[in-house]
């Protein structure tokens, strides 16, 4: 019995995170053909989640999307979060610095989550949002985070990128080897950054953030408009640095 109701939770868990994806709605076909599981179990685990409110119907297109007690549930989840607690007094800091977009990431799979985002008067429209998703080939704070990984684990990354990457806009860097030679510069600076690859006219330069184990568990990014960014770029790197190195110091972090 106890394996029957593992199972059921793993689909279910296997269905909400669909959601997690890029894509923010899934009709009962395309669940069932993404997850290749008869459309039985699939309907069944969606009609759960849909009567608990963790998932919503639309009555038109029939396709599903993430409910209000889904949304209840992260934004809970979010607010406990003790690294974005640490973290948000040095990222307001930063904001009032520099001016710009403010995003605290962590790795999660192949992407990077959005954990927090600061944002000034002057900030320039920048697609991130808190709990959303990005590949981490192709954003600042996804190579800042690689960088600090061992080989084995980039190894794995690129075998995965070969095969999944694709461009978000003409810069988007989707080749491995390439990723590689940007990560070992990262490894040596300290920091990485995107010119254009996850939003065109979008520089951003981040810097990861360890924990009291030495690991790295974030990264801290500064985003803006490449004309703003070319022309203070030493300045936001210094900055950034600064910022992550200041969190990770509130995490237990020592040389």
Same mark, same amino acid.
């Given at each position: 019995m106890a394996k029957v109701q593992v199972s059921s939770i793993l689909r279910a868990l296997q269905i909400l995170e669909c959601f997690m994806d890029r894509e923010t709605e899934w009709t009962l076909k395309e669940l069932v053909d993404h997850l290749d599981l008869p459309s039985t179990t699939v309907f069944r685990q969606v009609s759960t989640l849909a009567e608990r409110q963790y998932l919503v119907q639309d009555p038109v297109r029939k396709s599903y999307r993430v409910g209000p !007690?889904? *949304?209840?549930?992260?934004?809970?989840? %979010?607010? #406990?979060?003790? %690294? !974005?607690?640490? &973290?948000? @007094?040095?990222?307001?800091?930063? /904001?009032?610095? +520099?001016?710009?977009?403010?995003? %605290? /990431?962590? %790795?999660?799979?192949?992407?990077?989550? $959005?954990?927090?985002?600061?944002?000034?008067?002057?900030?320039?429209?920048?697609?991130? #949002?808190?709990?959303? !998703?990005? @590949?981490? $080939?192709?954003? /600042?704070?996804?190579?800042? *985070?690689?960088?600090? #990984?061992?080989?084995?684990?980039?190894d794995d990354y690129c075998q995965w990128m070969n095969r999944k990457a694709y461009p978000l806009t003409s810069n988007t860097i989707t080749d491995s080897d390439q990723? !590689?030679?940007?990560? +070992?510069?990262?490894?040596?600076?300290? $920091?990485? *950054?995107?010119?254009?690859?996850?939003?065109?006219?979008?520089?951003?330069? &981040?810097? @990861?953030? $360890?924990? *009291?184990?030495?690991?790295?568990?974030? &990264?801290v990014s500064i985003s803006g408009p490449d004309y703003r960014m070319r022309e203070d770029q030493e300045v936001m790197i210094r900055e950034a640095r600064q910022t992550a190195h200041n969190i990770s110091r509130l995490l237990g972090y020592r040389l």
């Open positions: !007690r889904l *949304m209840l549930l992260a934004s809970a989840i %979010l607010g #406990q979060s003790d %690294l !974005r607690r640490v &973290a948000r @007094p040095e990222l307001e800091h930063l /904001s009032d610095t +520099v001016h710009e977009t403010i995003n %605290l /990431s962590v %790795l999660l799979e192949h992407d990077i989550f $959005y954990l927090d985002k600061v944002e000034t008067h002057r900030s320039i429209v920048c697609n991130t #949002q808190i709990g959303g !998703r990005a @590949p981490a $080939y192709a954003t /600042s704070s996804g190579k800042a *985070m690689l960088s600090c #990984q061992n080989e084995a684990y980039i990723l !590689r030679s940007q990560l +070992v510069q990262a490894r040596l600076n300290g $920091y990485a *950054m995107d010119d254009g690859e996850i939003e065109a006219g979008l520089i951003c330069v &981040a810097a @990861p953030v $360890y924990d *009291m184990n030495r690991k790295v568990v974030a &990264a």
